[in-house]
């Protein structure tokens, strides 16, 4: 079940509360406002955005909305509900054979699950099932790589754009050192540029980027599971066997879990 991530933004909040509460206490409200400059705003934005459309096609750039949206949302998955499933599968298998699956799986949401047991009852052996499989989830990394790359990128141009804001700050300044009115101005640009361009790094684009990449990481390790539990059906595994076996990815909580399942013989649902 697709959820609200409380996390990121708490995460991004206190960031930037701890930020403002380190500016205030030692400038006031004066000081705060005083780290505030439209100028170098437009530098790192406007450099950020320009390198990012120049280093990605404009569709890839439109589906970054959808990407950020990702990092705002999770999903509940129980690893030991996922396997409790395929054991129920396995056991419905011995007993009626694996054609009787094939009503049975409909009441799975997760279409990779239905897949891989589809595959199965249609009598394609183990090794090409795995390779079908296999290659999806390949894809669905390149998938994901895509999308998380433009975070990445921007990642590494926001603090680049600083520095070069900051080149820029001290150009103007060394132009007009007789004119000390302008020092102020430009030196302020010489050194905001470069904190927006690393606030935005490693308080934005970054964690954001990590945390799709994790969701990645135990999105294929669930589909390691599947793909493990489809061909002990397919194989006709003992059902304590193929337990035994796929209880080797869980934990000590989630192996209560899966007894809580298994013992109770709930209904097939699992949520994509």
Known sequence: MRKFDVLTPVGLLIGLAML??????????SGFFSFIDPSSMLIVLGGLIAGLLVSFPLKD??????????VFSSEEQSIGRLIGIFVLLSDRARR???LSLEAEVEKVDDAFIRKGIYLAVDGIEPDVITDIMHAEITA????????????EKAGEY???????GTLIGLVLMLKNLNDPSTLGPNMAIALLTTLYGSLLANLVFLPMAAKLALKTEKEVFLKQIIIEGVIGIQSGQNPKILEEKLSAFLSSEERRELEEV???GEALEYEA
């Open 61 to 70: 750039i439109k589906h970054m909305a959808t990407v950020i949206k990702q």
């Open 158 to 164: 926001a603090p680049a754009w600083g520095m070069i």
């Open 262 to 264: 298994i013992n109770a």
């Open 96 to 98: 009626e054979g694996l």
């Open 20 to 29: 403002i509460f380190g500016i205030i206490s030692n400038g006031g409200t």
């Open 140 to 151: 669905m990394e390149e998938r994901h790589r895509k999308g998380r790359s433009i975070l």
